[in-house]
């Protein structure tokens, strides 16, 4: 008896019946543009390395300065984003770290120099932590087991396909439109990104509640 209780609370979501296949896919698109943040930031405007050291007259150590930068705020950021989400529910912790992150993305479009780039850059991964770390929470949230491997699994080939693709578009902005356009459309994404609009981000459900219809 004592096993049974430890083993229902060890996996909550085990009697949460399984979801339709249109709401499954749904959260599926929603969770895949969340968890495509951090590895778009990262891999997209590694073309451009040349172009901003260029424009700004620095070193490729000081370009390379920026990614550092980036990798120590997304580190941070997924510490923090955790606990809070977990006390304080999955929207204002999600929609705070998508404001920031569009806000230094803009901030980095717009960098007059080198060093506002590396802090833009470092202000930006804090803010895109937040969406690598709720995805996979809502996931928990909201899913039995069964439909959360289905869903973890097409996560992670989001996270395998992002950093393969990103730098192919990220080299045809910085071709076409230069090497600021790729933060511009890290702007644009972190405002349309379907999240935005979803039911599933409004709190953390008790134990064996179904997703919304």
């Not at 937040?130 to 996979?136: D, E, G, T």
């Not at 990220?170 to 379907?194: A, D, E, K, M, Y």
Request: charged share 10%; hydrophobic share 55%; aromatic share 10%.
């Amino acid at each position: 008896m004592e096993s049974s209780k430890q083993g229902a609370s060890i996996a909550p979501n085990a009697q949460i019946p399984p979801a339709p296949a249109s709401l499954f896919f749904r959260l599926a698109l929603v969770l895949g543009a969340l968890s495509a943040v951090g590895p778009l930031a990262i891999d997209m405007y590694l073309p451009s390395f040349p172009a901003i050291a260029h424009e700004f007259g620095s070193s490729p150590a000081a370009v390379q300065a920026t990614l550092a930068f980036y990798f120590i705020g997304l580190a941070s950021g997924q510490m923090v984003y955790g606990p809070i989400s977990d006390r304080w529910g999955r929207k204002p912790p999600l929609y705070f770290g998508l404001a920031l992150f569009t806000v230094a993305s803009a901030g980095c479009a717009l960098a007059p120099n080198i060093q506002t780039l590396m802090i833009s850059r470092l202000v930006q991964a804090l803010g895109g932590g937040a969406s690598m770390v709720i995805s996979r929470a809502v996931v928990r949230d909201h899913f039995g087991e069964r439909d959360s491997a289905r869903l973890l699994s097409m996560l992670m080939l989001v996270m395998g396909l992002a950093p393969i693709l990103a730098p192919l578009l990220g080299g045809q902005l910085v071709t076409l439109l230069g090497w600021r356009s790729i933060f511009c459309f890290l702007v644009l994404f972190g405002i349309v990104i379907p999240a935005r609009h979803s039911p599933f981000f409004a709190g953390k459900p008790a134990a064996g509640t179904a997703p919304p219809a």
